[in-house]
């Protein structure tokens, strides 16, 4: 079983009339990595200072390892904020800055030159020690500012979007090393970014925010094969997934999906997923995922279309697909793949891959668990 | 084109000349007039035919020359307005800097005491001195504050605490608040973080403000004009003493000038490095 470090439950902060944090509660367990998840803007940096207790949530409190922390203040919590803008101060040495927890608890001399030099070796800031910490650059600043939060051991390391100051190159470091990190210290650790695919590769479970509420929470897995709403499923993913709404209905013995006169035959998609008797009648949208589309070049498949444009995305091609007018589909393929725009193409899909929600709520609507209820 | 470019050139080194010569010329004849002899006080040169010391020698050996300048009664020594003036200014400046860092930090960062209230330390800044003076004169009669300097440093300090506030207020609003809450994170208590993070970063602004003030003080005429009188006697009062009843001193009054601006000079001089990065403000993200 595993043990809750972190519970938070029901935390509501508005800021004037901005709803910040809209009753939030979620259960972090003790040595992962949990990520808040979320657009500029969600609520997720006001979640973390709620947990650091620096901010106070209007209603909700805060558990850390069982006790309730809500009033407590944010120098008795145990938990360490590593900030967006770092906070490295310049006046001191780089030693200094990291000593600095240790020596505002009055820690013995010895204890301290242990841990820092310990620190330091870990996020390879040995050699800077001495310099002056407005010398150096920006990537060791981060590591600076992590080591300041690493030093003083606490219970619960909160990250806000550490990364988003550095450039592509030492991102990709840090965040392997973060990482690494993670596991050797086996430190919980709460990441908050607005990267998905930070998040998909640090965290071992992600919670999804948006406009100050949390729509799910979930392993990186779980997420992506499940998004709980239309929201999540286009916030995750990269390039995004295809969505083509319509009203499903019966027509011939086919079902096709309706909307404002074009027609697009979903029979192959959905004829055999079970419970789809229930939404025939309803207005519902579609989300396919472009890695979960494969185009056959001879024209086989659930659908046909025409190679409009391709955009090159690492060592894939991401194709789009004009199905009808006004209905295009983003699909990956291999670079091998020989295509020219204006080909007509065959896209295969596999069934169990279709994501169905409701067009109005934006809920999911699982097809199997209709079925069986 | 090319003359259109002649003519704005010129134009603007005329003004920069025009504009340096009106600076430059009082205070060079301030500087040749300490050095010039009584008989060439009035005269229309610059350069002194007979340069003397006589003009800074009488500001401390009144007796010496009595008579010789066209006075008719001795100024006393100048000596302990010197000194009064170094204490006064030096103890009102360090009590309105300690007193505006403590107030800016509330108002930065609590916003305290509220919106107006920072606008309203500036008040005593509105009105003419003037003003203000006669009450104050009456209120220290009564109080025993007259003609002491407990009496101009507590005035000096509290006219101008509200430059310290708001220079350090511009300070510590430069610094993240992000860095005090990372210090408070870490374990540091809101003293520790006051002094540890905050003191260290706003030290240029301490500076400023503290240089700016002590200007003030040092060249402060009227208030010291009206509450000293004997002992509490300020140098800018002093050095009013030349031209008046006495006679009209001009030489030993630009000689006493010369001596009252080697202080503040001094400490501008000295302390450079921190106005350069005070004024820049870009210290703090470094
Ligand atoms: N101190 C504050 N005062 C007023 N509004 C704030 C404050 N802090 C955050 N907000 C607002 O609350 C919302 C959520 O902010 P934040 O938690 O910083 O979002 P995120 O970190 O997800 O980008 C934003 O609209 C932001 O403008
Ligand atoms: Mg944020």
Same mark, same amino acid.
């Given at each position: 079983?595993?043990?809750?470090?972190?519970?938070?439950?029901?935390?509501?902060?508005?800021?004037?009339?901005?709803?910040?944090?809209?009753?939030?509660?979620?259960?972090?367990?003790?040595?992962?990595?949990? /990520?808040?998840?979320?657009?500029?803007?969600?609520?997720?940096?006001?979640?973390?200072?709620?947990?650091?207790?620096?901010?106070?949530?209007?209603?909700?409190?805060?558990?850390?390892?069982?006790?309730? *922390?809500?009033?407590?203040?944010?120098?008795?919590?145990?938990?360490?904020?590593?900030?967006?803008?770092?906070?490295?101060?310049?006046?001191?040495?780089?030693?200094?800055?990291?000593?600095?927890?240790?020596?505002?608890?009055?820690?013995?001399?010895?204890?301290?030159?242990?841990?820092?030099?310990?620190?330091?070796?870990?996020?390879?800031?040995?050699?800077?020690?001495?310099?002056?910490?407005?010398?150096?650059? $920006?990537?060791?600043? @981060?590591?600076?500012?992590?080591?300041?939060?690493?030093?003083?051991?606490?219970?619960?390391?909160?990250?806000?979007?550490?990364?988003?100051?550095?450039?592509?190159?030492?991102?990709?470091? +840090?965040?392997?090393?973060?990482?690494?990190?993670?596991?050797?210290?086996?430190?919980? +650790?709460?990441?908050?970014?607005?990267?998905?695919?930070?998040?998909?590769?640090?965290?071992?479970?992600?919670?999804?925010?948006?406009?100050?509420?949390?729509?799910? *929470?979930?392993?990186?897995?779980?997420?992506?094969?499940?998004?709980?709403?239309?929201?999540?499923?286009?916030?995750?993913?990269?390039?995004?997934?295809?969505?083509?709404?319509?009203?499903? *209905?019966?027509?011939?013995?086919?079902?096709?999906?309706?909307?404002?006169? $074009?027609?697009?035959?979903?029979?192959?998609?959905?004829?055999?997923?079970?419970?789809?008797?229930?939404?025939?009648?309803?207005?519902?949208?579609?989300?396919?995922?472009?890695?979960?589309? @494969? =185009?056959?070049?001879?024209?086989?498949?659930?659908?046909? &279309?025409?190679?409009?444009?391709?955009?090159?995305?690492?060592?894939?091609?991401?194709?789009?697909?004009? $199905?009808?007018?006004?209905?295009?589909?983003?699909?990956?393929?291999?670079?091998?793949?020989?295509?020219?725009? &204006?080909?007509?193409?065959?896209?295969?899909?596999?069934?169990?891959?279709?994501?169905?929600?409701?067009?109005?709520?934006?809920?999911?609507?699982?097809?199997?668990?209709?079925?069986?209820? | 084109?090319?003359?259109?470019?002649?003519?704005?050139?010129?134009?603007?080194? =005329?003004?920069?000349?025009?504009?340096?010569?009106?600076?430059?010329?009082?205070?060079?004849?301030?500087?040749?007039?300490?050095?010039?002899?009584?008989?060439?006080?009035?005269?229309?040169?610059?350069?002194?035919?007979?340069?003397?010391?006589?003009?800074?020698?009488?500001?401390?050996?009144?007796?010496?020359?009595?008579?010789? +300048?066209?006075?008719?009664?001795?100024?006393?020594?100048?000596?302990?307005?010197?000194?009064?003036?170094?204490?006064?200014?030096?103890?009102?400046?360090?009590?309105?800097?300690?007193?505006?860092?403590?107030?800016?930090?509330?108002?930065?960062?609590?916003?305290?005491?509220?919106?107006?209230?920072?606008?309203?330390?500036?008040?005593?800044? +509105?009105?003419?001195?003037?003003?203000?003076? /006669?009450?104050?004169?009456?209120?220290?009669?009564?109080?025993?504050?007259?003609?002491?300097?407990?009496?101009?440093?507590?005035?000096?300090?509290?006219?101008?605490?509200?430059?310290?506030?708001?220079?350090?207020? &511009?300070?510590?609003?430069?610094?993240?608040?992000?860095?005090?809450?990372?210090?408070?994170?870490?374990?540091?208590?809101? /003293?520790? *973080?006051?002094?540890?993070?905050?003191?260290?970063?706003?030290?240029?602004?301490?500076?400023?403000?503290?240089?700016?003030?002590?200007?003030?003080?040092?060249?402060?005429? $009227?208030?010291?004009?009206?509450?000293?009188?004997?002992?509490?006697?300020?140098?800018?009062?002093?050095?009013?003493?030349?031209? &008046?009843?006495?006679?009209?001193?001009?030489?030993?009054?630009?000689?006493?000038?010369? =001596?009252?601006?080697?202080?503040?000079?001094?400490?501008?001089?000295?302390?450079?490095?921190?106005?350069?990065?005070?004024?820049?403000?870009?210290?703090?993200?470094?």
């Amino acid at each position: 079983m595993k043990k809750v470090k972190l519970e938070v439950k029901n935390i509501t902060k508005r800021f004037g009339d901005l709803l910040a944090v809209n009753n939030v509660s979620f259960e972090v367990y003790e040595g992962e990595t949990f /990520t808040l998840l979320g657009p500029s803007g969600c609520g997720k940096t006001t979640t973390l200072r709620i947990i650091a207790g620096l901010e106070k949530p209007d209603k909700g409190r805060v558990f850390i390892g069982g006790r309730d *922390v809500t009033d407590v203040p944010p120098r008795e919590r145990n938990v360490c904020l590593v900030f967006q803008e770092y906070a490295v101060f310049p006046h001191m040495t780089v030693y200094d800055n990291i000593a600095f927890g240790l020596k505002a608890r009055k820690e013995p001399e010895e204890l301290i030159a242990r841990r820092v030099r310990e620190v330091a070796e870990l996020l390879g800031l040995t050699s800077v020690l001495n310099t002056k910490a407005s010398k150096v650059g $920006l990537s060791e600043k @981060q590591r600076i500012a992590l080591g300041r939060c690493l030093v003083v051991e606490p219970e619960i390391l909160l990250l806000d979007e550490p990364l988003t100051l550095a450039d592509a190159k030492i991102r990709e470091t +840090m965040r392997r090393e973060l990482r690494r990190l993670q596991r050797e210290l086996k430190i919980t +650790m709460i990441y908050v970014t607005h990267d998905q695919l930070e998040a998909m590769m640090l965290s071992d479970r992600i919670a999804v925010m948006n406009a100050g509420r949390l729509l799910q *929470v979930g392993t990186p897995r779980e997420i992506y094969e499940k998004p709980k709403n239309l929201f999540v499923a286009y916030f995750i993913g990269s390039p995004t997934i295809n969505l083509i709404e319509g009203k499903l *209905v019966r027509k011939d013995g086919k079902l096709v999906l309706e909307k404002e006169g $074009l027609v697009l035959d979903a029979t192959k998609l959905l004829e055999e997923a079970k419970g789809v008797g229930k939404i025939i009648g309803r207005e519902i949208v579609i989300g396919i995922r472009p890695e979960d589309i @494969q =185009i056959d070049p001879s024209g086989h498949g659930v659908w046909k &279309g025409e190679v409009e444009l391709f955009e090159v995305s690492g060592d894939q091609l991401i194709v789009h697909i004009k $199905l009808a007018e006004e209905t295009k589909i983003r699909a990956m393929a291999p670079f091998s793949l020989r295509l020219r725009t &204006g080909d007509i193409v065959g896209v295969a899909i596999n069934p169990d891959k279709v994501h169905v929600f409701d067009r109005k709520t934006g809920e999911r609507i699982d097809l199997l668990s209709i079925g069986e209820a | 084109m090319k003359w259109g470019r002649i003519v704005v050139t010129s134009l603007k080194y =005329i003004i920069i000349g025009v504009f340096i010569l009106w600076v430059l010329v009082p205070v060079a004849w301030i500087i040749t007039l300490a050095f010039k002899p009584y008989q060439e006080w009035r005269v229309a040169y610059f350069i002194p035919k007979q340069p003397t010391l006589d003009n800074f020698i009488v500001l401390f050996k009144p007796e010496v020359f009595t008579g010789v +300048m066209g006075a008719t009664a001795i100024v006393e020594p100048v000596t302990k307005p010197l000194i009064n003036s170094l204490v006064v200014s030096a103890l009102a400046t360090v009590l309105a800097v300690i007193v505006g860092f403590f107030s800016a930090y509330g108002a930065s960062r609590y916003n305290t005491p509220g919106p107006f209230g920072i606008f309203f330390t500036l008040l005593t800044r +509105m009105l003419p001195p003037a003003t203000f003076v /006669t009450p104050i004169m009456v209120y220290y009669a009564n109080l025993g504050l007259l003609d002491t300097h407990l009496g101009l440093i507590a005035l000096y300090s509290s006219v101008t605490v509200t430059y310290a506030i708001w220079i350090l207020k &511009g300070f510590i609003d430069a610094i993240p608040v992000e860095w005090e809450e990372a210090a408070m994170l870490e374990g540091a208590s809101p /003293t520790k *973080v006051l002094f540890k993070v905050v003191l260290p970063l706003v030290r240029p602004g301490l500076v400023v403000a503290g240089l700016f003030i002590f200007l003030l003080n040092w060249t402060e005429l $009227l208030f010291a004009l009206v509450l000293t009188n004997i002992n509490a006697v300020t140098l800018p009062v002093h050095i009013s003493k030349y031209v &008046g009843a006495v006679g009209q001193l001009y030489g030993p009054q630009a000689a006493l000038a010369l =001596i009252g601006s080697i202080v503040p000079v001094t400490i501008g001089y000295i302390i450079q490095k921190h106005l350069v990065t005070g004024f820049t403000f870009g210290m703090v993200r470094g």
